[in-house]
């Protein structure tokens, strides 16, 4: 039977895909399709006709599978936050394992991995310490507040309620969106790059109570912006719940001209400079961070606070000499290195990141780590040092051939590969597998519940 784009097909859900979608069968063809799990039986029209598969948008459910639950937020299936509140929490853990071992078996052909079970999140609500909501329009050209509409490059939905960061954010975001509308500031449009509103930037230190809040605009000042932006300090500079306070608010301007590089100002107009954070783990080990409002910092804390801890359990056995923390980002994971071992080198492409890193040691009086910019392949040449222990936590597309080979160089018996993309790391092991290096453990920790995204950490060693 010829299929066609847009038919609206019947199907059992059997299974999940990396990517969070339902797999089914429809006439001996494998289906695809969103907002559906294992056990649910589905009407969806179809997008995208292949070969071997078929791509379909979920259209309505005929019969639920008897695991689904009522999602706690009123948004879910509408908002581009979570895509599987519908799951129990158990299930979506139990499919995020399943998935990491489908990806070594499928893409890197090693079928002994040794996948252990998920680190689940205690609570798998407020669990983000940063959201970035978007001023804009609904579809009926109304003035909104929220996230991204899946799917739809402009519109952005009302969010009068989420479950992701804490009760204070919400207040914040509720409170923002009610004086912005009274402000008449009109949001920006991206479509004409016009309009002043952009973004509200929230960032919570979970274990300090901070709360710094950024107002990020166009360059396109009103006229009335120096006495009502005062208004909106004063009434956000008081807000607080619980051990939780505003401690900083900023002001970021973006000024975006045609065949210009975009250029970002920032201004404090209320509190710190940056938003404290600390860390610590089960063996006592405490840092502290101090973040600024553009920072890249884990986004889970308490999560990240037991990934570190995967890491250390795995690189005791090797911190005589010196380790390598490659991509090391602001420092975080070689910071927590250096307590336990000679010495730390890191690289990092990002200078901001470095400048943080080096700023991070400094505040933790950690004196036996380095820094360095630049391109991991490219820095790697030029190391004369030999590592016991190399420690990468690249980026969604993982590494190359080229650095797996200058990696090699080292001849390092371990490695311990963080990873936020089981796809890329599976087809990583199977190239370091060609140089010796065979996958010893890899510990899938969940970061964040109610999407399909899992990260892992694996250690790699020489026999
Ligand atoms: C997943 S983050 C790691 C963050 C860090 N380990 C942490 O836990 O905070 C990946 C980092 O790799 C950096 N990066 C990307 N490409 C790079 C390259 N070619 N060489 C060095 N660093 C790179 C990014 O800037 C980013 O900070």
Same mark, same amino acid.
């Given at each position: 039977?010829? &299929?066609?784009?847009?038919?609206?097909?019947?199907?059992?859900?059997?299974?999940?895909?990396?990517?969070?979608?339902?797999?089914?069968?429809?006439?001996?063809?494998? $289906?695809?399709?969103? %907002?559906?799990? @294992?056990?649910?039986?589905? %009407?969806?029209?179809?997008?995208?006709?292949?070969?071997?598969?078929?791509?379909?948008?979920?259209?309505?459910?005929?019969?639920?599978?008897?695991?689904? =639950?009522?999602?706690?937020?009123?948004?879910?299936?509408?908002?581009?936050?979570?895509?599987?509140?519908?799951?129990?929490?158990?299930?979506?853990?139990?499919?995020?394992?399943?998935?990491?071992?489908?990806?070594?078996?499928?893409?890197?052909?090693?079928?002994?991995?040794?996948?252990?079970?998920?680190?689940?999140?205690?609570?798998?609500?407020?669990?983000?310490?940063?959201?970035?909501?978007?001023?804009?329009?609904?579809?009926?050209?109304?003035?909104?507040?929220?996230?991204? =509409?899946?799917?739809?490059?402009?519109?952005?939905?009302?969010?009068?309620?989420?479950? &992701?960061?804490?009760? *204070?954010?919400?207040?914040?975001?509720?409170? +923002?969106?009610?004086?912005?509308?009274?402000?008449?500031?009109?949001?920006?449009?991206?479509?004409?790059?016009?309009?002043?509103?952009?973004?509200?930037?929230?960032?919570?230190?979970?274990?300090?109570?901070?709360?710094?809040? /950024?107002?990020?605009?166009?360059?396109?000042?009103?006229?009335?912006?120096?006495?009502?932006?005062?208004?909106?300090?004063? %009434?956000?500079?008081?807000?607080?719940?619980?051990?939780?306070?505003?401690?900083?608010?900023?002001?970021?301007?973006?000024?975006?001209?045609?065949?210009?590089?975009?250029? +970002?100002?920032?201004?404090?107009?209320?509190?710190?400079?940056?938003?404290?954070?600390?860390?610590? &783990?089960?063996?006592?080990?405490?840092?502290?961070?101090?973040?600024?409002?553009?920072?890249?910092?884990?986004?889970?804390?308490?999560?990240?606070?037991?990934?570190?801890?995967?890491?250390?359990?795995?690189?005791?056995?090797?911190?005589?000499?010196?380790?390598?923390? *490659?991509?090391?980002?602001?420092?975080?994971?070689?910071?927590?290195?250096?307590?336990?071992?000679?010495?730390? &080198?890191?690289?990092?492409?990002?200078?901001?990141?470095?400048?943080?890193?080096?700023?991070?040691?400094?505040? /933790?009086?950690?004196?036996?780590?380095?820094?360095?910019?630049?391109?991991?392949?490219?820095?790697?040449?030029?190391?004369?040092?030999?590592?016991?222990?190399? =420690?990468?936590?690249?980026?969604?597309?993982?590494?190359?051939?080229?650095?797996?080979?200058?990696?090699?160089?080292?001849?390092?018996?371990?490695?311990?590969?963080?990873?936020?993309?089981?796809?890329?790391?599976?087809?990583?092991?199977?190239?370091?597998?060609?140089?010796?290096?065979? $996958?010893?453990?890899?510990?899938?920790?969940?970061?964040? @519940?109610? +999407?399909?995204?899992?990260?892992?950490?694996?250690?790699?060693?020489?026999?």
């Amino acid at each position: 039977m010829q &299929l066609k784009k847009g038919e609206i097909i019947e199907f059992d859900v059997h299974a999940m895909a990396f990517g969070g979608s339902g797999i089914g069968k429809y006439e001996g063809m494998t $289906v695809f399709v969103d %907002k559906a799990m @294992p056990g649910d039986r589905v %009407k969806a029209a179809l997008t995208r006709i292949k070969p071997k598969f078929a791509e379909s948008k979920f259209v309505e459910i005929v019969k639920p599978s008897p695991d689904r =639950v009522e999602p706690k937020c009123k948004y879910s299936g509408k908002c581009g936050g979570c895509q599987l509140q519908f799951m129990p929490y158990k299930k979506q853990v139990e499919f995020k394992q399943q998935n990491v071992i489908d990806s070594f078996e499928r893409i890197g052909k090693i079928f002994d991995a040794n996948v252990l079970d998920v680190i689940e999140c205690k609570e798998p609500f407020y669990y983000r310490n940063k959201m970035e909501f978007s001023f804009g329009y609904d579809a009926d050209m109304q003035f909104t507040l929220g996230m991204h =509409v899946p799917g739809r490059r402009f519109d952005i939905l009302d969010l009068t309620e989420c479950h &992701l960061e804490s009760k *204070l954010s919400t207040d914040i975001l509720n409170i +923002t969106r009610a004086f912005m509308r009274e402000s008449e500031w009109k949001p920006f449009k991206y479509s004409i790059g016009k309009g002043f509103l952009r973004a509200l930037y929230i960032r919570e230190g979970k274990r300090t109570g901070e709360v710094l809040v /950024n107002l990020v605009t166009s360059d396109d000042v009103p006229k009335n912006f120096d006495e009502e932006i005062k208004k909106y300090v004063d %009434k956000v500079s008081t807000m607080s719940d619980g051990d939780q306070k505003v401690t900083s608010i900023y002001w970021t301007t973006i000024i975006s001209k045609r065949g210009q590089r975009r250029q +970002t100002k920032e201004k404090v107009l209320f509190g710190k400079r940056f938003l404290t954070e600390k860390m610590i &783990l089960e063996n006592g080990d405490e840092l502290s961070f101090d973040i600024l409002p553009q920072a890249f910092f884990q986004v889970n804390t308490y999560q990240a606070e037991l990934l570190y801890q995967e890491v250390l359990k795995l690189a005791t056995q090797s911190t005589n000499g010196t380790v390598f923390d *490659l991509f090391c980002g602001t420092g975080t994971i070689g910071l927590f290195l250096a307590k336990h071992c000679e010495k730390v &080198l890191g690289i990092e492409l990002n200078e901001e990141a470095v400048k943080a890193a080096r700023e991070n040691a400094q505040k /933790n009086n950690i004196f036996n780590i380095d820094f360095y910019v630049g391109d991991a392949t490219k820095m790697l040449g030029d190391i004369k040092e030999f590592p016991s222990l190399i =420690v990468v936590d690249p980026p969604r597309a993982g590494l190359t051939e080229n650095m797996i080979k200058h990696m090699n160089s080292f001849n390092a018996d371990r490695i311990i590969y963080v990873s936020c993309n089981p796809s890329t790391l599976a087809r990583d092991c199977a190239w370091l597998k060609e140089y010796g290096y065979k $996958v010893k453990s890899v510990q899938p920790v969940d970061m964040f @519940p109610h +999407t399909y995204h899992i990260e892992n950490v694996c250690l790699l060693e020489r026999d």
